[in-house]
Nanobody, 121 residues
Framework: QVHVVESGGGLVQPGGSLRVSCSAS????????MGWYRQVPGKQRELVAT???????NIADSVKGRFTISRDNAKNTVDLQMNSLKPEDTAVYYC???????????????WGQGTQVTVSS
């Protein structure tokens, strides 16, 4: 069993900052990429930012320069620091972990249940 849990969402005014965190736990041998995606009703889920076990990041153009992703490999956690937030950043933010449960098991994706981020005055 693997659990991926997000925390830290909420309501923030335009221009404000918010930090969302994600923790993976359970039967984990190794996690390759961890990342954040977001979705608004009626639209496809989109990539926000990902980070590999080696620290390589991939940041969506729409948030580049405003959002920063960081990771603690020892704790299996990933954080997303969001600054200069805009109303269009409003979405449910989901965490994803690509991992193996044992040295011999296949890579699998595990998703959290999401955390709501609302940017509004």
């Amino acid at each position: 069993q693997v659990h991926v849990v997000e925390s830290g969402g909420g309501l923030v005014q335009p221009g404000g900052s918010l930090r969302v965190s994600c923790s993976a736990s359970g039967s984990i041998f190794i996690i390759n990429a961890m990342g954040w995606y977001r979705q608004v009703p009626g639209k496809q889920r989109e990539l926000v930012a990902t980070i590999t076990i080696g620290g390589t990041t991939n940041i969506a153009d729409s948030v580049k320069g405003r959002f920063t992703i960081s990771r603690d490999n020892a704790k299996n956690t990933v954080d997303l620091q969001m600054n200069s937030l805009k109303p269009e950043d409003t979405a449910v933010y989901y965490c994803k972990a690509d991992l193996r449960s044992t040295p011999y098991s296949p890579w699998r994706e595990y998703w959290g249940q999401g955390t709501q981020v609302t940017v509004s005055s």
